[in-house]
């Protein structure tokens, strides 16, 4: 089993930065890629970015790219998710997930207009 455990939401104003961090507990977080998803009131949960376990490769969703940057400290058995230039359709409940089958309980992140 692992345990996920998100924080670093809040509300911030358009155009503003933001930086979520998961961290891990559990069995040995290096061996699994992570990614966050997100779900806005009404919607379906989807997908925003994720790494290999490694940290060599990511990949991110098209609404996001250029704005948010996905990384990983395996030592501190961490991933991030650095959100930059962000938008009021960003508003959401994000989820960090490891190997997309644990999941956290979520970090609400709302922007203003």
């Known amino acids: 089993q692992v345990q996920l455990v998100e924080s670093g939401g809040g509300l911030v104003q358009a155009g503003g930065s933001l930086r979520l961090s998961c961290a891990a507990s559990?069995?040995?977080?290096?061996?699994?890629?992570m990614g966050w998803f997100r779900q806005a009131p009404g919607q379906e949960r989807e997908f925003v970015a994720d790494?290999?376990?490694?940290?060599?490769?990511?990949n991110y969703a098209t609404s996001v790219k250029g704005r948010f940057t996905i990384s990983r400290d395996n030592a501190k058995n961490t991933v991030y998710l650095q959100m930059n230039s962000l938008k009021p359709e960003d508003t959401a409940v994000y989820y960090c997930?490891?190997?997309?089958?644990?999941w956290g309980q979520g970090t609400q992140v709302t922007v203003s207009s």
């Open positions: 790494i290999s376990w490694t940290g060599g490769r990511t």
């Open positions: 559990g069995r040995t977080f290096s061996n699994y890629a």
């Open positions: 997930t490891a190997d997309f089958r644990y």
